[in-house]
């Protein structure tokens, strides 16, 4: 199989090793020229995750991707940049989203934006930084053909990446978009040292309140409650190398998210995605108090009150 | 209302500040009469959390507890000592389940050992170290009569404990058993060096595998990705103060279970539950993989072997 990966950041690079090393002909697509060249030159990722063995890849600029020829596109650029990444973009092969995110010009899912063609999204519990060292991992793969779902998980599935298939597309894609929301808040309870209790209650919460989100979209409940929701946030929430964690932990320590965003030096979903998901929640009626707690700490509100009034809240049933 | 509060561990002990500070009426009655004339003297429990402060609170052995004049009886010994403590115990007045485990004397819930009385239980991510400092938490109170879990809401709610009231009261008391055996494993993932990926995955894929096992026991599926499932299971997995989480991590580096336990120096209820649970779920027709493969460790299997048949069994949907 022929497999187009676009975007050579960490995700991108390693989910490349991924398909290398289940025999398909991978050609890694960056977006800059000049990390393009270096990485052709040397088998390596100057910028991200430099110890990964890139050898084996052909590597590429956007521009001459080798689209047409592709029997599976898989995209792995920031959400903000999706939609450039798939527009006009040759064949008529499957696309794999890998991008976690919404996209910022209207709130839409990802796999909205490829038009006319099979789509598919890979999420789960998976930083590029363990997957890189092949320590195993499980994701899950979801398409609303669940017939391609499959094809992608017997295509992807090894012993060190165990796929998962579904066809709650809906339901995983907005797992991967709204949990940064959640681990923003998760990484201020964290900044705030409130303790593991709290942090636990409020991912708990968080994900009953995406769920909710995610019911009024169509999607599962179950699909919260498993890999792609709640595997992906806790990890997103706990683990030290989630940037979004830390955005939230420097977020309640005073930063602004653009002092945030300069500190962690890569591209942080969540202080995008958070404003997206309260403008869709609050059009659809539905009630976030978490995500509505996190933007007004993006716009400047005191964190130790906002942990006050959501503790405060009238109690009620599970 | 007059509480009265059975074993003086470190969650007894702070369950009672709890309900002391709510402006209950509390005795305090632990098994170990030196305890409780230390306690008695001192105001500090000598052996757990001794930077808890019990003043305020009536303490007394169980012999001695004035069961029969109490409005409320929590209860919260190991659960291998839950029979004895409810056996005979005077009044009518409800029981409120603090223990987590089941019965090592046949696998029943330990409210389900709670005869001709009203009982409820409580559960969730509340590691009683942190309640100790006032630091927020969030707790689910779960009884079969609704009334009586939104009477205990409110009488126990407050700025640093969020209760939410539910009527799941099997799935709340299964969640606070079985999440042990999970930990145990998550632990072992530690012990490995895995990742956070790997222990992410296991506890989605874990938790998945004791809501199959719930249902079959009547126990509703949201329960399990609520506070006192996910909840209590991710504190539990990735709290330093866990000791089931410890003791899977002391396993797999090659301890006995014995050997754990002497190391730990407390009850490690995953220990005792995790063959109760098996033998629940062979009874009942349901495959539990995790739990089968935490058993095997228990009996002296290495566990590197075990994660490889769990990462190659049959792709599956999610």
């Known amino acids: 199989v022929n497999v187009l990966v676009i975007g050579g950041g960490s995700w991108g690079s390693v989910f490349s090793t991924l398909a290398r090393d289940r025999g398909h002909a991978v050609t ?7 990390q393009a060249a270096a990485i052709a030159a040397t088998a390596r990722n100057p910028r991200y995750l430099r110890d990964v063995d890139l050898s084996g890849i052909e590597v590429t600029t956007v521009e001459g991707a080798p689209a047409a020829d592709a029997d599976l596109v898989a995209i792995a650029v920031p959400s903000r940049s999706f939609a450039e990444a798939v527009r006009g973009l040759p064949g008529t092969c499957p696309v794999l989203v890998l991008s976690k995110g919404l996209d910022p010009g209207g709130g839409r899912r990802l796999s909205e934006l490829v038009e006319e063609r099979p789509v598919a999204v890979l999420s789960g519990p998976n930083h590029a930084e363990e997957i890189a060292l092949q320590l195993p991992a499980a994701s899950v793969v979801a398409s609303a053909d669940l017939e391609l779902a ?3 998980q017997h295509a992807l599935v090894s012993q060190v990446f165990r796929v998962y298939a579904s066809d709650d ?8 978009a709204t949990k940064n ?7 201020g309870v964290d900044g705030l040292g409130l303790g593991d209790n709290a942090k636990a209650g409020l991912i708990s919460r968080g994900l009953r309140e995406l769920a909710r989100l995610g019911g009024a979209c169509g999607a599962r409940p179950e699909t919260f409650s498993g890999l792609a929701g709640m595997g992906d946030l806790i990890v997103t929430c706990w683990s030290r190398h989630s940037r979004n964690r830390r955005a939230g932990e420097l977020l309640v320590r005073g930063l602004t998210p653009e002092q945030a965003l300069a500190e962690i030096g890569m591209t942080v979903e969540g202080l995008t995605t958070a404003p997206v998901v309260r403008d869709l929640a609050r059009g659809l009626g539905i009630e976030l108090p978490i995500t509505e707690a996190v933007c007004l700490v993006l716009e400047g509100t005191a964190p130790l009150g906002l942990v006050s009034s959501l503790m405060a809240r009238e109690p009620t049933t599970e």
Do not use: N, T
């Open 28 to 34: 890694l697509a960056c977006r800059d020229p000049a």
């Open 150 to 152: 499959i094809a992608l």
């Open 169 to 176: 597309v809906v339901g995983v894609e907005l797992c991967a």
């Open 181 to 187: 929301v959640i681990a923003l808040a998760a990484g």
